[in-house]
């Protein structure tokens, strides 16, 4: 075991670049960010969390799929009958598949889901409204049932 004297240790304390130690400014910071071309651009918080995926751990996917087996499997035939709608041009179909998927993906935990699908939705509703004729003609033109008599 070393042994040092109050004298000795003080005098370490007082060789110290404190320069060297105390954190950069905020300033400093971004100063060198803006210098390094290889530096990722800093983001706020809310930037950053705006852009971020959600990963889940393999684990933790399992678990929740495990879960929630049943409801995953509606999901998935609801998108896959709203995919199918979009296919075929059911426009007004297409929206409600997509509601309906919202209303789903919400008690799940999913609400990223709702809200990105609800909105996907709420874009129909105006193209609709944008394209009402053009829509109705196309589905006259495919003989779809729903177009103009």
């Known amino acids: 075991m070393a042994r040092f004297t109050r004298e000795q240790i003080e ?3 007082a060789a110290i670049d404190w320069s060297q130690i105390d954190r950069p400014t905020d300033a400093e910071i971004e100063a060198a960010v803006a210098a390094d071309p290889d530096a990722a651009p800093i983001r706020s918080t809310e930037e950053w969390l705006a852009s971020a995926d959600l990963v889940l751990p393999p684990k933790a996917r399992e678990e ?3 879960a929630h087996r049943a409801e995953v499997a509606d999901l998935q035939a609801k998108l896959d009958a709203a995919h199918a709608a979009l296919r075929e041009l059911h426009v007004p179909e297409l929206r ?5 998927i919202a209303k789903m993906a919400e008690p799940l935990g999913l609400a990223w889901v709702a809200a990105a699908v ?12 944008r394209h009402a004729a053009t829509y109705l003609a196309a589905r006259d033109a495919a003989g779809q049932p729903g177009g103009r008599s």
């Open 96 to 100: 409600c598949r997509l509601l309906d």
């Open 64 to 66: 929740f799929f495990a």
């Open 118 to 129: 609800a909105g996907i939705a709420s874009t129909l509703d105006g193209w609709m409204r």
């Open 11 to 13: 005098a370490e304390i």
